[in-house]
């Protein structure tokens, strides 16, 4: 879960993040990064601050983010802070349909890894960590 948010009370920031964080590990889920100066592309919206949550999957974040402990706290988000969150599920290899696959790799560069077989997709192979038949990952 990548969010991007710009409190207008700092000292309300904090409390929420404080009271946040138990309920994110409590679906699983825990912080990665945060940064105060996030680079943001092509857009006009400039966060204040960035953030990333891993979860375990994608039905993880929507059972925190609808979940009975988050909506107060949501709520009071509301009042002091402008904020987005886009949640990116991990896949990998040709079956995500991207050539990039989860890693996010530049087209044309193979890391020579790859997460555990995909039974969709053929040219997985798990035993050797590569995938076969592709020449970028």
Known sequence: MVISVSPEDQEKM????????AV????????????????????????AIGVILE???????????????YRPL???RHTFAR???????????????SPWGARSRRPGRSTGRR????????DCDSRSG????TASG
């Open 130 to 133: 590569t995938t076969r038949g």
């Open 74 to 76: 949501k709520e009071f």
């Open 14 to 21: 904090t409390e929420y993040e404080t009271r946040t964080l």
């Open 115 to 122: 997460a555990a077989r995909c039974p969709r997709c053929p």
């Open 83 to 97: 904020a987005s969150a886009l949640v990116v599920e991990a896949g990998h290899g040709p079956c995500t349909g």
């Open 24 to 47: 994110v590990e409590k679906f699983g889920g825990r912080p990665v990064a945060r940064d105060t100066s996030p680079e943001v592309f092509e857009s006009d919206y400039r966060p």
């Open 55 to 69: 979860f375990p999957d994608k039905q993880a974040v929507l059972d925190f983010y609808h979940s009975e402990e």
